[in-house]
């Protein structure tokens, strides 16, 4: 199912063929400059000052679903606007150089300063703060007033010359669904036979209407959380709200948390559920992303469905444990780590773990050496030290 080699797993190796398409995944969006302040012991209070015991930086928003992609080993193309100032090259070069990520799609805007987001993690949650402006038109000055439109001003709309018009063939795509806000890409990444997964965040109109969500209909996957599927489907249950959208794609996924997440295939009826990794929470941010990802990658090397589920929820576990969104996106060496722990420890049901991941091991290769974690540097614009 995979090649097996000492530094590297290709989930997709033994259906890889020359007349494949050279991206397996396309993705597009906006990526943030993530600052991230860690070691907090509780939110911060107004009128005073707070000191964080740790704090890094990485690209986010869309990048933590691409950095995710990547690190499971699919070949992963970006379309994206970045900035030309320091924060800008710094995450083009942290998602090109750093995780191999395709960005030939992607442009720099002259004049266009990079979206930033600062997080604040205490208490296994985050608050978050943002600021950012809409990426202009390839004729349009930088500096001139743009209409935000309904995505806040946060530059959701493709950069430079629309590069959208036509995505690349890819094996799949992940859209964001908006509602009201209908991508022409995602019909034409369907119709050129790329498998389409989505997710869709928290609906501000409050009308939680399915058919706001008309890009639904080209998409082979969907992954909302319990609370926007309960609200999707008018239903007070997370799975009937899943069974309920098996009408409409072929995978209905809901996750439920803690409780772990619940998968129901609309052609052949089958049903999943797979209980969460009880792990210590440090941060959620990016797990959703995280656990898309591990679904994504399942489903192209064509896993059962209750596996892809499993490790989809394994890869968000890890996630958590790290502070950051696309600095926690587990690598395999990270996966392969985790699951030589599972067979020696007497944690949360370890019989019962072991059996339900024992697929990790026709995946994972046995290491001849440690595994050289393959990260984002973790702040911006260290210097070659200076010769004495």
């Keep these: 199912m995979t090649e097996r080699d000492n530094d590297v797993v290709d989930p997709l190796g033994r259906l890889r063929a020359p007349t494949d398409p050279a991206c397996?995944?396309?993705?597009?969006?906006?990526?943030f400059l993530d600052i991230i302040f860690t070691g907090l012991d509780s939110a911060p209070v107004r009128g005073t000052e707070s000191w964080a015991r740790?704090?890094?930086?990485?690209?986010?928003?869309?990048?933590?679903?691409?950095?995710a992609l990547a690190r499971l080993g699919l070949r992963t193309s970006l379309a994206a606007a970045f900035g030309d100032d320091h924060y800008g090259e710094y995450c083009w070069d942290a998602l090109e150089q750093g995780e191999g990520i395709d960005l030939s799609l992607s442009r720099t805007i002259a004049g266009w300063h990079s979206p930033v987001t600062?997080?604040?993690?205490?208490?296994?949650?985050?608050?978050?703060?943002s600021h950012g402006h809409a990426a202009p038109p390839a004729d349009v000055d930088p500096g001139a007033d743009v209409d935000p439109g309904a995505d806040g001003g946060l530059g959701i709309d493709p950069p430079v010359g629309a590069p959208l018009a036509c995505p690349p063939h890819s094996r799949a795509a992940v859209a964001s669904l908006v509602p009201g806000q209908p991508e022409d890409w995602v019909a034409r990444a369907a119709r050129s036979g790329a498998r389409v997964f989505a997710d869709v965040g928290w609906d501000d109109t409050g009308r939680w209407d399915l058919a706001a969500l008309p890009d639904l209909e080209h998409c082979e996957a969907f992954l909302p959380n319990a609370a926007e599927a309960m609200r999707y489907t008018r239903t007070d249950c997370p799975r009937a709200a899943a069974r309920a959208l098996a009408d409409k794609v072929r995978y209905a996924v809901v996750t439920l948390g803690s409780e772990g997440a619940y998968a129901v295939d609309g052609a052949t009826g089958e049903i999943a559920e797979v209980p969460a990794i009880q792990v210590a929470a440090l941060d959620p941010t990016g797990a959703g992303d995280v656990f898309v990802a591990g679904f994504?990658?399942?489903t192209l090397a064509g896993w059962p469905l209750a596996d892809r589920l499993a490790f989809a929820g394994l890869t968000a576990a890890l996630s958590v444990q790290e502070f950051g969104g696309s600095l926690s996106a587990p690598t395999w060496g990270e996966i392969a780590a985790w699951w030589q722990q599972a067979q020696r420890c007497d944690g949360q049901d370890p019989a019962a773990l072991r059996a339900r991941y024992a697929f990790l091991e026709r995946l994972l290769p046995v290491p001849a050496r440690p595994w050289a974690l393959r990260r984002a540097v973790p702040t911006i614009g260290f210097r070659p030290a200076r010769a004495s």
């Design 24 to 31: 397996d995944v396309f993705l597009t969006g906006t990526v």
């Design 296 to 298: 994504v990658t399942g």
């Design 118 to 129: 600062v997080s604040m993690a205490y208490e296994g949650e985050r608050t978050m703060i």
């Design 54 to 67: 740790g704090m890094g930086s990485s690209p986010g928003g869309v990048a933590n679903m691409a950095t």
